[in-house]
Each structure stands twice: as structure tokens, then as C-alpha cells.
């Protein structure tokens, strides 16, 4: 029996069976994230955890479970990824029990090539009742550049190896010669063996647990369990939209750039609130460009699923979040793209649409928002070949500031808001290839100003340890910081600069480069941004910055220019000079 997404006709499930059939499906999809974490090949699935399982429906591929480890963002996109497997088999005849199928494709299942994802029907009694599906970020599926985050890519043919859904087990007969295409195409083939090595693992460890569930509870009670935990995030998440005021509320930011042209692209965004419902209408953004900062409607939805819920915390991680909502998104704009625009680069844009929720609903529900995070992967990559021939690639993500919120200061050094996952540690890094961090440390004074702080970005310098290695940076925020919300500030700009022989460089293009060769000793220096503030940075207790003085957070000097607080560098704090000056500055 397939569980029902619609409305639920049977008697209402009494809430501590509801509750328990939540805590064990939930569960499911944990230990099979576990399950990936633990058995994969490279640190951006074991350390950093790129990756997510859930359950989805069998009919329309909506989520009924996704993991807490797993990527919130890969809630929406994987629900584009199983419809398109359903559809796929249906011109086949339709799924068989034992089949398992793979593939990487963007503009079909979202997000970008280097994001793997296996689906696998779930029969129970003969009977199709929901498909399981994992997805990964592999380490190298081929392209111009190791890493696959080609910062000057104009098609999807230079970011990699484009899979549609095929079938990497037929009715449970394994097909390796799937397998030998895929580690053809991999500059590390022992990686992304090890890495679908894992995701088969999880969803046979799904494919056990569900069926030990159903055992204990039935097939018609779990089915109507899913189906009223769908209903019920519909119904919360309409109470909360219904709270709001109706009206229209607007905000833009932009993008430094493409890649290939030097010119800003800007996100748009009108949230039109009427009622218990909610429009997110993005017909001012940008028409698609030339370079990699292009996203696919799919990964446009799943990016503004993860924001609401950033504001909605409450509302279960299923469909029902979305149900109340309608989207407007342009089929011409860079949020709505089809092959073969790149789209590399996703992480970029899809945090950009984020902050833009975030702005916008700061007008209609200050108490709910924060500023705006640190906004940007900054995703790096470092390749070359060691002494003995063998080659390596260090590919990896690095953190930043979150914005200040209604309880307290943003996060410092946290990573991007799509995702729970972690910034993988120097150690890790330092024992797999040939670098050596000389800093990994806080950078002061780059969270934005507010009532609230922005928490602060960090600073990564990276020494190379080998002969030689090419080097490529696709970031952000470089000319636009993060922004504040209710007067709050914005935070730093990000900032890259790498060693040549004449000295320290920086990228024409500030957050996006290609090309970069360095020889043994050279360093690459990030500094990330911090978050945006929230409230007015005159507001601030003193007390706090004097504070973040003490504490390395904020200089003295920014004490006094950006918080109007006059603070020595040991942090000691002059109140009555600070009141003078408060006054000063208020009455201009």
C-alpha cells in the first residue's frame, strides 16, 4: 500500500503512535546517513557530510523523511530526483523490486554533477510503498578541473560526466559495467568506488529497517502515519503564514559575477503574503548566464524550502512545507535553467536566494529572521601529482559567520545555512595530502554590526608541501556583503589572495579563478565573511562590545566607529565617554 499524500479519511492517529512512528522513520533515515558517513572514501561525504537519505513517495516522489545529518537542501531537490526516476521507469514499464537506479543530472534531479544519487523502489507484500534514496557529493566526476567546481565553465560538459537515470541494479542483478563507465570519468576511481560502495550500503540498511518497521506496525498504519505527518506541516505551516500580515514585501541582492563576464547579477525577490498562503515571486532576477552561478527550477524550490524553515523551525521536514506556498520563477531567469547551461556553482546562488527570503521576511516578521550568513562555499581545490606519480586532489569547502538573531549573536565560523553538515578538519586534510594550514583562525572585526553581532568569518592559509599544484577558487561576496536586517549592518567582504614569485595576487574577478599554479612554499590565504548584524549596532549593550574587544572578536577601533563605544585594547571600557559619544552620533 502506498501511503497517501492527500487528505486522510481514516480515524486520526492518536499522537503517541504518531510520535513514535515519526521518532522510528526519522530514525531510518539517520542510520543510513550514518551508515554513508562512516563507509565513504572522501572527506567531503566522511567528514563533511554532503550527503542525505530519505523516504519519498511512490507516486509523486514528494519527501515523506529525510535524515537530521543530511543536507536540508537535498529535502527539495531529492523529491525532483525520485519524480524523475518515476517517470523514467514508467516509459520503461514501470519499477521492479531489486532495481536501483543512478544518476547525476542537474536540470532533472537538482543541484549540481558532482551530487550522485541512487533510488531505489521499496516493495512490501509485492506492492510498491515508497522508493529510499541516497545522494552524495563524489569527489571528481570529471571535467576541466579536479573537483568539479569549474569557475569558467559555459556548459555542463566542462564541469563533468552527466548520467540520466539508468539502472545500476536490474530487478537485483548488478550491472557493472555502470560502474566501469563512471570510474572511467573519475580522476580518483578508488574515491567514487568506495563512495557508491556506501550509498548501495545505506539503502540496504533503509531497505531492512523499513521493512522491520512495518512488521511491528503494518503497512495501512505507517502509510497513514506518513500521510498525517505530511498533513499536519501543511497545517502548521498555513497557521504561520496566516499569522504573518498580508502584503508585499521585497528585497534584492546580487551576485559578484559569472565567471566569464565581470558584471553583478541580481536575485530578486517579492513575497506576497494573502491569507493562510504565500507567493515567493523571483520575476526580477537575472536571465541566465553564460557561467556556472545558473541553477535548475528544482534546486530554485529545494533553496527556498531550506529558508522557510530556517523561519518556520517548528514545521516537520516533509512536502506539507511547501504546500501552502507558489512560486513564481521565470523559465528564462538563472533560477530556472535547462542543459546545457552550467551549473556548477549552485551553492552560490541558492545561498543568495536565501538571504533574500531572509530580508524580505525581516519586514514582516522581525521577531522570526536574522541577517544573513557568511554566504558563500568559497569551494577550493588544490591538484597536482606527488613524488611517486600518484595524483591527489584536495577539494573543500571552508566556513564562516551566521547572522546575528532575536536570542543572540550569529554563529562564528559555522558553515552555509543549506546544510548541517561540517567543515572537514585541518587534521584530516593535513594527513590526506600534501599541505600544511600555517592559520586557521578567527577574523576579527568581519561579522556585521548590530544589536545583535553577525558572528565572525575565519581566515585559512594553506601552504603547499609538494613540488607543484593548479589551484581554482569559486566563491562569493567578494563586492557584495553579506547584508544586516532591522538596521542591522553587513558583514566583511570575502577575500582571496595566492603567492606567485613576484609576490601576493589576487583574482581579476575577486572570488572566481582558474589557472593558479603554485610550487613548494606558496600559499593560498582565504578570509571569510562574517554574518550580517541584526538591529542597530547603537543599541548594543556596551558592556557586550567592550566584550568582543576582550575577547579578539572586534578591535578597538571598530568599537568605536562601527558601535560608537570607546573601548581600549585591553577591552576596558570608558562608559561615560561612550555615552558622549552615543549622543553625538544619534543626533546627526
Known amino acids: 500500500m502506498s501511503p497517501d ?147 569558467v565553465a559555459t556548459e555542463c560538459f566542462q564541469e563533468g560526466m552527466l548520467i540520466p537515470p539508468v539502472k545500476l541494479y536490474d530487478k537485483g542483478e548488478f550491472r557493472p559495467d555502470i560502474v566501469e563507465i563512471l570510474k572511467s570519468n573519475s580522476r580518483l576511481p578508488g574515491s567514487l568506488y568506495g563512495d557508491l560502495n556506501g550509498q548501495i550500503n545505506a539503502l540496504e540498511l533503509g531497505d531492512q529497517r523499513l521493512n522491520a518497521l512495518l512488521d511491528d506496525y503494518g503497512a495501512e498504519t505507517v502509510a497513514q502515519g506518513l500521510a498525517e505527518l505530511k498533513a499536519r506541516a501543511g497545517q502548521l505551516m498555513r497557521s504561520f503564514i496566516a499569522d504573518l500580515p498580508d502584503g508585499t514585501y521585497s528585497a534584492d541582492d546580487f551576485l559578484d559575477n559569472d565567471g566569464i563576464t565581470d558584471s553583478p547579477l541580481q536575485i530578486g525577490l517579492d513575497i506576497r503574503i494573502e491569507g493562510d498562503r504565500m507567493m515567493l515571486d523571483f520575476a526580477r532576477t537575472s536571465p541566465a548566464c553564460a557561467g556556472p552561478v545558473n541553477i535548475s527550477r528544482s534546486t530554485a524550490i529545494a533553496s527556498c524550502y531550506v529558508a522557510l524553515k530556517h523561519v518556520f523551525r517548528d514545521v516537520p521536514a516533509n512536502a506539507g512545507v511547501l504546500e501552502p506556498i507558489d512560486f513564481n520563477i521565470p523559465i528564462e531567469s538563472l533560477l530556472s535553467v535547462s542543459a546545457p547551461k552550467p551549473v556548477g556553482g549552485y551553492t552560490e546562488t541558492i545561498l543568495r536566494v536565501i538571504d533574500v527570503i531572509f530580508v524580505a521576511l525581516s519586514q514582516a516578521a522581525p521577531d522570526m529572521v536574522n541577517g544573513c550568513a557568511y554566504g558563500t562555499i568559497n569551494a577550493l581545490s588544490l591538484a597536482g601529482h606527488r613524488a611517486d606519480g600518484r595524483r591527489w586532489v584536495m577539494f573543500s569547502f571552508f566556513g564562516g559567520g551566521h547572522g546575528g538573531n532575536p536570542e543572540g549573536d550569529g554563529l562564528n565560523h559555522g558553515n552555509a545555512p543549506i546544510s548541517t553538515a561540517t567543515i572537514p578538519p585541518l587534521e584530516i586534510l593535513e594527513a590526506a595530502y600534501p599541505v600544511q594550514f600555517t592559520q586557521w583562525a578567527l577574523r576579527p572585526d568581519s561579522g556585521g554590526p548590530g544589536t545583535q553581532r553577525g558572528g565572525n568569518g575565519a581566515i585559512y592559509e594553506i601552504k603547499l608541501l609538494e613540488k607543484n599544484a593548479d589551484v581554482f577558487l ?69 558592556d557586550l562590545v567592550a566584550e568582543d574587544v576582550r575577547l579578539g572578536y572586534v578591535t578597538s577601533a571598530a568599537a568605536r566607529d562601527r558601535y560608537a563605544c570607546i573601548v581600549d585594547e585591553s577591552g576596558e571600557l570608558d562608559r561615560p565617554g561612550t555615552i558622549v559619544l552615543r549622543q553625538e552620533v544619534a543626533s546627526q
Open 474 to 542: 569559486f566563491g562569493e561576496r567578494g563586492k557584495y556583503a553579506p547584508p544586516g536586517v532591522l538596521d542591522g549592518e553587513s558583514a566583511a567582504f570575502n577575500k582571496f589572495t595566492y603567492e606567485q614569485d613576484d609576490g601576493p595576487h589576487e583574482p581579476p574577478m575577486v572570488s572566481k579563478m582558474v589557472g593558479i599554479k603554485l610550487t613548494t612554499g606558496q600559499k593560498v590565504r582565504l578570509e571569510t565573511p562574517g554574518g550580517g548584524g541584526y538591529g542597530s549596532p547603537l543599541q548594543r549593550d556596551p
Open 5 to 151: 499524500t492527500g487528505k486522510v479519511e481514516t480515524q486520526p492517529m492518536d499522537p503517541v503512535t504518531l510520535a513514535v512512528l515519526k521518532g522510528r522513520l526519522e530514525q531510518i533515515a539517520d542510520e543510513m546517513d550514518a551508515t554513508l558517513f562512516r563507509s565513504a572514501f572522501n572527506p567531503i561525504i566522511a567528514e563533511a557530510h554532503d550527503a542525505s537519505h530519505g523516504l519519498y513517495h511512490a507516486e509523486t516522489g514528494e519527501t515523506l523523511v529525510q535524515g537530521k545529518s543530511g543536507l536540508p537542501v537535498f529535502v527539495g531537490a531529492m523529491s525532483f530526483a525520485v519524480k524523475a526516476v518515476i517517470d523514467r521507469a514508467a516509459k520503461a514499464g514501470g519499477v521492479s523490486q531489486g532495481d536501483v537506479y543512478i544518476f547525476n543530472d542537474p536540470y532533472e534531479g537538482g543541484t549540481h554533477l558532482s551530487d550522485f544519487k541512487l533510488v531505489r523502489p521499496f516493495f512490501r507484500d509485492g506492492k510498491l510503498f515508497c522508493y529510499l534514496a541516497s545522494v552524495g557529493h563524489w569527489h571528481d566526476v570529471g571535467g576541466n578541473v579536479p573537483g568539479n567546481y569549474n569557475p
